[in-house]
């Protein structure tokens, strides 16, 4: 049984910046690739920052590129993203994703190529 647990989401003014952690258990870890997506309220699902674990390659949307860092911790098998310089549109609920089968890079930040998802924790940026 597949499970992964978000937590450090927060409300925070603008500029700010929190610390996101993904518990991942259930599998052998690290899956192929993980991922942090985010839906803000009437929105659809993006993503948001992805990591390869095989080569630790990283992909960013645009929006946070230079502000989001994606990491894992492999003493707790657990991801992190790093989010500084918060602005008001990175309000959403963030979810961790996990799939441990192989993917076209062009997919690591699609939703639909992952099949594992957290329960979500909410980011407010005021």
């Known amino acids: 049984h597949v499970q992964l647990v978000e937590s450090g989401g927060n409300s925070v003014q603008a500029g700010g910046s929190l610390r996101l952690s993904c518990a991942a258990s259930?599998?052998?870890?690290?899956?192929?690739?993980m991922a942090w997506f985010r839906q803000a309220p009437g929105k659809e699902r993006e993503g948001v920052a992805s990591?390869?674990?095989?080569?630790?390659?990283?992909d960013y949307h645009a929006s946070v590129q230079g502000r989001f860092t994606i990491s894992r911790d492999n003493h707790k098998n657990s991801i992190i993203l790093q989010m500084n310089s918060l602005r008001s549109e990175d309000t959403a609920v963030y979810y961790c994703?996990?799939?441990?089968?192989?993917?076209?890079?062009?997919?690591?930040?699609?939703?639909?190529?992952?099949?594992?998802w957290g329960q979500g924790t909410q980011v407010t940026v005021s």
């Open positions: 990591l390869y674990t095989g080569t630790d390659s990283t």
């Open positions: 994703a996990a799939e441990p089968d192989p993917m076209p890079p062009a997919a690591r930040l699609m939703v639909l190529a992952y099949n594992y």
């Open positions: 259930g599998y052998t870890y690290p899956a192929n690739c």
